[in-house]
Antibody
């Protein structure tokens, strides 16, 4: 079964750091672009970051550029999101997602259950 | 950056109705557009990709059309399980950008 399972969310103070993990199973992980998408409480979906299968190229939304770092370990079938300098507006449910195609241009068809990050003092 | 604008933001309809949601891109994105359905507390579900291709397992009452800057999602005959929030998303590979529209909440009239 194709599956993504996120972990690492929690409560963190403004300015703090947190690392999210997403463990993949049931498919050839290294072939796929992997992405993080977030959703603030009561708000819409926001793309956060993506990286290609080899990990050699990474992409970020302007709202997180310079603060978040995406990475992957293909030997562990896991993608990470390191979040630094966290702000209240980063409070959201964070989803890991995989596209239908290797290149990532045909939509995200596999999603994790989400992990909740709350930034508050 | 490319912006996506969905209309309407809220839609009230009845079971059996035909509804259409529009997504407009601020620049041409060819057919690199997907549509999702999201229910409260759940992850989004992919409905349509490449603007008009139905994802496997999605009922045929859902259809998508458009290219360039204007796209539509149509539900031909609303079923009770279709009441949810719908999002469009552009998936450009150069420059890499995965922008979402702001969402359309479809409610029961």
């Amino acid at each position: 079964e194709v599956q993504l399972v996120e972990s690492g969310g929690g409560l963190v103070q403004p300015g703090g750091s947190l690392r999210l993990s997403c463990a993949a199973s049931g498919f050839t992980f290294s072939n796929y672009v992997m992405s993080w998408v977030r959703q603030a409480p009561g708000k819409g979906l926001e793309w956060v970051s993506s990286l290609i299968g080899s990990g050699a190229a990474t992409y970020y939304a302007d709202s997180v550029k310079g603060r978040f770092t995406i990475s992957r370990d293909n030997s562990r079938n896991t993608v990470y999101l390191l979040m630094d300098s966290l702000r209240a507006e980063d409070t959201a449910t964070y989803y890991c997602a995989r596209p239908t195609d290797y290149g990532g241009t045909y939509g995200l068809d596999v999603w994790g259950q989400g992990t909740t990050v709350t930034v508050s003092s | 950056d490319i912006q996506l604008t969905q209309s309407p933001s809220f839609l009230s309809a009845s079971v059996g109705d035909r509804v259409t949601i529009t997504c407009r891109a601020s620049q041409g994105i060819s057919s690199y557009l997907a549509w999702y359905q999201q229910k409260p507390g759940k992850a989004p579900k992919l409905l349509i990709y490449a603007a008009s291709t139905l994802q496997s397992g999605v009922p045929s009452r859902f259809s998508g059309s458009g290219s360039g800057t204007e796209f539509t999602l149509t539900i031909s005959s609303l079923q009770p399980e279709d009441f949810a929030t719908y999002y469009c998303q552009q998936l450009n590979s150069y420059p890499f950008m995965y922008t979402f529209g702001q969402g359309t909440k479809l409610e029961i009239k």
